[in-house]
């Protein structure tokens, strides 16, 4: 089992930033890849961003340029910066951890942004 814990989420007007943290623990063998997903009211979950062990990183096209992911293995911690938030930003994101038979993901934390 895995457990993840986020922070970071919060209100914050359009056109500000917000950090994200995702923090692994548990029975830890190696990750290929972690990130973060979303989803809206109304909405399915999306992916926001990832990253893999190896660094390579994978953006929705709606976040390119605006939001980073960065990860740090060796405290089994993922980060996303969000910077330019818009209101269509709002949901609630969701850690993911994925291994190669498994799938875990945190309890979420909520991001709204205001206009």
């Known amino acids: 089992q895995v457990q993840l814990v986020e922070s970071g989420g919060g209100l914050v007007q359009a056109g500000g930033s917000l950090r994200l943290s995702c923090a692994a623990s548990?029975?830890?063998?190696?990750?290929?890849?972690m990130g973060w997903y979303r989803q809206a009211p109304g909405k399915q979950r999306e992916l926001v961003a990832t990253v893999t062990s190896g660094g390579f990183a994978n953006y929705a096209d709606s976040v390119k340029a605006r939001f980073s992911i960065s990860r740090d293995n060796t405290k089994n911690t993922v980060a996303l910066r969000m910077n330019s938030l818009k209101p269509e930003d709002t949901a609630v994101y969701y850690c993911n951890w994925r291994g190669l038979t498994s799938s875990y993901w945190g309890q979420g934390t909520q991001v709204t942004v205001s206009s």
């Open positions: 548990g029975s830890i063998l190696s990750s290929i890849a």
